[in-house]
């Protein structure tokens, strides 16, 4: 066989043996990936699994808490008004009110009072308990109504009456007395020795 | 003869270090593609577990539920108690 021939065979051999070195490498990586993958097919599966109830449950929440938030929306327009409502959330949340309230857009127009800066948190509320509450007669709408630093003046103003106008006239305080214009019968056990009750006999 | 020998030069030269380099390629790609493989395996695998908390989101809704219920009764209450605002 001439030099050429064996040199050739030489070339063709190591040219498969590199073929073969490589592409064994190349499978056997190939299978790491393929074990890989398999476990990540394991994980996704798991999470699919797990996640699957999570739409429908955080669905059903949502359901929930929107209908708690219309109740509250609704109860609190409707008892504080609209203005009032939005000058409690912002006193609550500072900012809150800019946001408007879901179920009212035009809630976003109102420029919510001060309220934060002259009750403390429900006390708006708890004066509109009483129908007559003076703190409930006027309105916390516009300036701020009491000083907080000590203003009589401010704190007067919270209440109906009209003294702080200095009017010419004002009611008549009641008369008391024997000169009163309504008297009332004075009850005959009053001042009475007390009744005593007969002694027991052993 | 002459060709015989132009041909091994070559195949020596330039076919052997061609398919050298070509294999290479292949299985440097086909290895860096291992190790990725096994971080988003991990990764799958605490994502799965972080959702094992999913199953609390049941006693969540309840929790809603109930919260809900009881609001809507105390709103009730108060929507009894408390005079309406008058129209503005």
Redesign the interface.
């Known amino acids: 066989m ?1 030099a ?2 064996v ?2 065979i030489v ?2 051999l ?2 498969v043996l ?2 073969v070195y ?2 064994v ?2 499978i056997v ?2 299978w ?2 393929t074990a ?2 398999d ?2 097919i ?3 599966g ?2 699919v699994r ?2 699957e ?2 739409n429908d ?2 669905s ?2 949502n359901e ?2 929107d ?2 938030v219309d ?2 929306e609704g ?1 609190l ?8 409502a939005m000058g409690l959330i912002e006193g609550a949340y500072p900012g809150a009110a800019a946001a408007g309230l879901r179920n009212f857009p035009e809630s976003t127009d109102v420029e919510a009072p001060r309220i934060g800066e002259i009750y403390t948190r429900g006390t708006l ?1 708890l004066a ?2 009483g ?1 007559e509450a003076p703190i409930a007669a006027l309105s916390p709408q516009g300036a701020v109504l009491r000083n907080v630093e000590g203003g009589s003046l401010a704190a007067r103003e919270l209440y109906p009456d009209v003294r702080h106008t200095s009017p010419e006239n004002l009611p008549r305080s009641p008369a008391i007395g024997v000169d009163a214009p309504d008297q009332y019968e004075r009850r005959d056990d009053i001042g009475a020795p007390r009744k005593r009750l007969p002694a027991r006999r052993p | ?1 002459t060709l ?2 132009i ?2 030069i070559v ?2 030269v330039v ?2 270090p061609v ?2 380099y070509l ?2 390629g ?2 440097e790609a ?2 860096s ?2 190790a990725p ?2 971080e ?2 991990t ?3 605490a ?2 577990k972080d ?2 908390a ?1 199953a609390l ?2 006693t ?2 309840d929790q ?2 109930r ?2 219920a009881g ?2 009764a105390y ?1 009730g209450s ?2 009894v ?6 129209a ?1």
């Open positions: 001439p050429a021939g040199v050739l070339a063709v190591m040219i590199a073929l490589f592409l490498a190349t990586a190939l790491r990936v890989g993958l476990e990540v394991a994980g996704v798991e999470i797990k996640s109830p999570v449950v955080v059903a929440i929930q808490l209908a708690g109740l509250l109860l327009v409707k008892k504080a008004g609209m203005s009032d509320s509109r308990l129908r | 003869m015989w020998w041909g091994d195949l020596l076919i052997f398919v050298v294999l290479r292949v299985l086909a290895r593609i291992v493989v096994r988003i395996a990764v799958a695998a994502g799965s959702l094992d999913a989101l049941l969540t809704q809603v539920t919260t809900v609001v809507a709103g108060l929507d108690i408390l005079d309406d605002a008058q503005e």
